[in-house]
């Protein structure tokens, strides 16, 4: 089947390898391939820009190690301001696929040849990403009061909390003195 763009980004089954012929070689035989990537559909809750890097795969007498480095983009939402924004993130990747396939483990390499990278790929961006992503580092959030952006602007909220603040403390003074 050819990997038809649907929507601008390949399907997942572009992260399938076939690794047969490492199979038939012998212990210590590795292959390279190449992953680039404008956008990737890993899984139905995730899909990623820009996926590049490079992963071996080498024969091992229990499957089929898979080794990479990867760099990758995700559109998220700022966890302060919801702005969505791309994080970049670089990572490794090594992980042994077990061949024969044996129902308890978590990756195996297909009986017929194939190694599907998604769900590793899945997991190991999951783990990256951080349990909170800020568009930048001093994000200024949203007004509870109204939701203005504060990174765009300023919000009247603030000055008029000011404006009570200012007038409680004047009464306050004001009552003192009497
Ligand atoms: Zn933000
Ligand atoms: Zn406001």
Not at 52 to 68: H, N
Not at 128 to 137: A, N
Request: glycine share 6%.
């Amino acid at each position: 089947m050819k990997d038809m763009p649907t929507n601008g980004y390949v399907a997942s089954r572009a992260l399938k390898f076939q690794v047969g012929f490492l199979l038939a070689e012998g212990k210590g035989h590795a292959s390279d391939s190449e992953l680039d990537f404008p956008r990737v559909q890993v899984a139905d809750d995730l899909i990623l820009e820009h996926l590049r890097g490079t992963l071996r795969f080498s024969r091992t007498s229990e499957g089929i190690l898979v080794q990479g480095q990867l760099e990758t983009v995700l559109p998220v939402a700022c966890d302060r301001c919801l702005q969505e924004f791309s994080l970049t993130l670089r990572f490794e990747v090594e992980e042994l696929y077990i061949y024969p396939p044996r129902p308890e483990a978590e990756f195996v390499v297909h009986e017929t040849g194939i190694l599907d990278f998604a769900p590793l790929l899945r997991e190991e961006i999951f783990t990256e990403t951080p349990m909170m992503v800020l568009c930048r580092p001093d994000c200024a959030g949203l007004c509870p009061e109204c939701g203005q952006n504060l990174n765009e602007a300023q919000c009247e909220c603030s000055k008029q909390q000011t404006d009570v603040r200012l007038q409680a403390l004047q009464q306050l003074k004001e009552r003192l003195e009497d």
